[in-house]
């Protein structure tokens, strides 16, 4: 029996750690660009196989690159740190200060 024969399953795409490195980085570039369309548009089977398929290359690309680099902004602790600097930018009155100044809503008069 081939293994795309087998019952109940489905196979969209070769293998993840049939790749070589190129592949996998380009499958994960299209996978990542058509995952807000699949998420919006996309049928339940549809969102169900992408969300398999990204776990398969996702997984590879992990499995392959255990070291990779971590920003350091990308961290819980790295959150926490923007979080605290972020406490600084607010108004006299803990309002956020945005875009267009401390407590404006884009709503007439600033309300």
Do not use: C, F
């Not at 602790?77 to 108004?91: I, N, T």
């Amino acid at each position: 029996m081939d293994e795309h024969d087998e019952w109940g399953t489905t196979m969209t795409g070769v293998d993840p750690d049939r790749l070589d490195d190129q592949q996998l980085m380009k499958e994960l570039e299209t996978i990542h660009r058509t995952r807000h369309d699949t998420l919006l548009y996309g049928s339940n089977d549809a969102l169900r196989a992408h969300n398999d398929r990204m776990a398969q290359l996702e997984g590879e690309y992990l499995r392959r690159n255990p070291r990779r680099s971590v920003t350091p902004g990308r961290t819980r602790e790295g959150a926490r740190e923007r979080d605290a600097a972020d406490e600084g930018g607010k108004s006299a009155a803990g309002t956020p200060v945005g875009k267009w100044g401390p407590g404006r809503t884009g709503r007439p008069g600033g309300a």
